[in-house]
């Protein structure tokens, strides 16, 4: 399932920003190619194709000639994303003062020992 999903995802994306498109019209291509063997049937492939797209010139069918793959240029899809701005918020200066040991409501008077043993595992299991 995530393969196929994958895969229709992967298709998806180039039909839509690519010119990958172009391949679903090579029946048009191949059928166009079986008209010209029927009038000319000593026309091979590799002639077929200098003659469509080594400078082509109007002919009765020029119509379906512009309809071969790769002969007309498609429009693609294309996103343009634009970030924006950073925005750049002013930044206070506070000017922090040492609080005296008198002034501090919270100052507490801890024991040398206690910083020391603070990451040490419980002593009772």
Not at 37 to 50: G, I, L, R, T
Not at 98 to 118: D, F, G, V
Request: some cysteine.
């Amino acid at each position: 399932m995530k393969r196929m999903l994958g895969i229709f995802l992967l298709s998806a994306y180039l039909f839509t920003t690519t010119q990958f498109n172009q391949l679903l019209k090579l029946p048009v291509l191949i059928g166009h190619f079986y008209e010209h063997q029927q009038e000319d049937h000593e026309m091979s492939f590799a002639d077929y194709m200098v003659h469509h797209y080594g400078g082509h010139e109007k002919d009765a069918d020029y119509e379906t000639d512009m309809k071969l793959p790769f002969m007309t240029e498609t429009e693609t899809l294309s996103l343009t994303f634009f970030a924006p701005h950073p925005t750049v918020f002013p930044i206070q200066k506070f000017a922090f003062q040492e609080a005296s040991k008198a002034n501090s409501r919270y100052h507490l008077q801890l024991k040398s020992t206690y910083l020391s043993t603070i990451w040490q595992p419980p002593k009772f299991c």
